[in-house]
T-cell receptor, first 115, second 116 residues
Framework: EAQVTQNPRYLITVTGKKLTVTCSQNMNHEYMSWYRQDPGLGLRQIYYSMNVEVTDKGDVPEGYKVSRKEKRNFPLILESPSPNQTSLYFC??????????????FGEGSRLTVL | AQTVTQSQPEMSVQEAETVTLSCTYDTSESDYYLFWYKQPPSRQMILVIRQEAYKQQNATENRFSVNFQKAAKSFSLKISDSQLGDAAMYFCAYRGYTSGTYKYIFGTGTRLKVLA
C-alpha cells in the first residue's frame, strides 16, 4: 500500500529533551516536506526537500532541523524542544517533474506535546 | 509572496443541502495548482479536489465541485447533497513553482458542521 508513515503518532516530552520524528514514504517521491498545524493558523511549512541531499527552509523553520540522506526518509529533529513547539505535525510527499500531479500525500500526523 | 485566505472559520449546513466554502489567493504566477483538502476528526488529510490553473473548466468529483475564477483569484468549493460524513475541517491550498522548487501554501481552514 502506498503510504507516508510517521512515528511516533503521539509524544509527550519535556523542554530541552532532543527528539526525532521519523517520516518514510514508499512511493519513490522526490519531494518531501514537514508542516505544523496549529488552531487558527492552518498548516505552515517547516522544511522541505526537493530531492536527496537538498533541503530548504519553509516558513517556520526556527527550532527544527531536517536531513535527507535517503530518498524515502525525511526525519524532523527538535534539538531542544520548547512548549511553543507543541503542535500537530504532518509529513507529506509528492513526485516532481512531469510525473507530478500536484497534490501532496500526507502521513497520519504526529501529536507532540512539550511540557 | 503567495497567500491563501479562507475567511469563513466555521460554516453549518443542513443534511442534504448545498454549501459553498470560500477561498481566495494571491500570486503573480500563471501556472499553479489549487486544492481542497478535508481533515475529519481522525486528523487524516484527504484530497477532495484539484484544479490546474491552465484549465478553464471547473473540476468536479461526485458531489464536490469548484468555482475557479482565475482573474479574481477565487477558488470556492461547493458540496452538494451534504452528508454527515462531510463534517470536517476543509483546507484550501496552493502549489506554485518558483526558482526550481515547489511552494505549497495552506489557508487557515473552514470547519464545516453538518446538521441532521
Amino acid at each position: 500500500e502506498a503510504q507516508v508513515t510517521q512515528n511516533p503518532r503521539y509524544l509527550i516530552t519535556v523542554t530541552g529533551k532532543k527528539l526525532t520524528v521519523t517520516c518514510s514514504q514508499n512511493m519513490n517521491h522526490e519531494y518531501m516536506s514537514w508542516y505544523r498545524q496549529d488552531p487558527g493558523l492552518g498548516l505552515r511549512q517547516i522544511y522541505y526537500s526537493m530531492n536527496v541531499e537538498v533541503t530548504d527552509k519553509g516558513d517556520v523553520p526556527e527550532g527544527y532541523k531536517v536531513s535527507r540522506k535517503e530518498k524515502r526518509n525525511f526525519p524532523l529533529i527538535l534539538e531542544s524542544p520548547s512548549p511553543n513547539q507543541t503542535s500537530l505535525y504532518f509529513c507529506a510527499s509528492t513526485k516532481t517533474g512531469l510525473a507530478n500531479t500536484g497534490e501532496l500525500f500526507f502521513g497520519e500526523g504526529s501529536r507532540l506535546t512539550v511540557l | 509572496a503567495q497567500t491563501v485566505t479562507q475567511s469563513q472559520p466555521e460554516m453549518s449546513v443542513q443534511e442534504a443541502e448545498t454549501v459553498t466554502l470560500s477561498c481566495t489567493y494571491d500570486t503573480s504566477e500563471s501556472d499553479y495548482y489549487l486544492f481542497w483538502y478535508k481533515q475529519p476528526p481522525s486528523r487524516q488529510m484527504i484530497l477532495v479536489i484539484r484544479q490546474e490553473a491552465y484549465k478553464q473548466q471547473n473540476a468536479t468529483e461526485n458531489r464536490f465541485s469548484v468555482n475557479f475564477q482565475k482573474a479574481a483569484k477565487s477558488f470556492s468549493l461547493k458540496i452538494s447533497d451534504s452528508q454527515l460524513g462531510d463534517a470536517a475541517m476543509y483546507f484550501c491550498a496552493y502549489r506554485g513553482y518558483t526558482s526550481g522548487t515547489y511552494k505549497y501554501i495552506f489557508g487557515t481552514g473552514t470547519r464545516l458542521k453538518v446538521l441532521a
